[in-house]
């Protein structure tokens, strides 16, 4: 199993989200692999490869999962806000140990956690399972977070059936900076997600111009290197900023 093969060297960094008043209202927990590991694959491709195995995906979620509440027992860390912790479909459609796991840990730490879910990884054969699993979730009071919307396929059927608090735009959607059409787009999806009771969050902002247009389109929270690069929250030391 891959994953367990290379838990020793991965690693969690945090990059803030921000409010409409530049409060940091989350973190958003992102996997690094340390250089000397000696993987010639970057993070994201070693993460690609792991999912192609159901087993395997779950269980580095989990592994996530147990991190983050580490950092959550700790006395030094009581204000980072909510975490925003990303999972699989595969890992909603096939793994009860973990939705038994982020459920008593949404318990224990109310308000703290957040699922985030890439909806354009959803396998045909998984739709269902991952349908029953995010309704379980969402009767659980678990935070729910789409990312990376307007990438995937039937995202506004998804937003009506599985119970989502927040949308996270694609970062080609909020390139409103440069493209006239990516800002009407933003205007009309903020306004369908207010309509529905959705938060949006904007990530990829790499401006001053760019957060300040993404503002004025009324989403909720902002994400991007130009406001935070991810930082490590190590217990007894401060946050630092890292690639």
């Known amino acids: 199993m891959l ?3 290379i838990e020793n060297d991965v690693y969690l960094v945090y990059q803030p ?4 008043h530049g409060r940091v209202a989350k973190h958003e927990a992102l996997l690094r692999l340390n250089p000397q590991a000696g993987v010639n694959l970057s993070t994201q491709a070693l ?16 592994m996530v999962l147990s991190r983050v509440e580490v950092l959550l027992k700790s006395t030094n860390f009581k204000n980072t806000g909510r975490i ?6 595969a890992t909603l459609a096939t793994s009860e140990v973990f ?15 957040e699922l985030e879910m890439l909806e354009s990884r959803i396998q045909p054969q998984h739709e269902q399972l991952v349908h029953l699993s995010l309704l379980r979730l969402e009767h659980a009071n678990v935070q729910l977070s789409l990312d990376d919307f307007g990438a995937g396929f039937a995202c506004i059927r998804k937003l009506v059936t599985h119970g989502f608090d927040n949308i996270k735009l694609d970062g080609q959607l909020t390139r409103v900076h440069v493209c006239d059409k990516s800002a009407r787009a933003v205007r009309s999806i903020v306004d369908m997600a207010e309509s529905l009771g959705i938060t949006v969050t904007a990530e990829r902002i790499e401006s001053k ?18 406001l935070s690069k ?3 929250l190590e217990c007894g030391r401060t946050p630092n900023s890292v690639d």
């Open 3 to 5: 994953s367990r093969a």
């Open 17 to 20: 989200i921000f409010d409409t």
């Open 47 to 62: 993460i690609d490869r792991i999912e192609q195995d159901a087993e395997d995906i779950a269980y580095l979620d989990r």
């Open 84 to 89: 925003a912790v990303n999972a699989s479909p």
């Open 99 to 113: 939705i038994q796991d982020l459920i008593a840990l949404c318990q224990r730490f109310p308000d703290r956690i």
């Open 209 to 226: 111009r760019q957060h300040h247009q993404l503002m004025d389109l009324g989403c909720h929270y902002f994400q991007g290197y130009y």
């Open 230 to 232: 991810p930082v490590l």
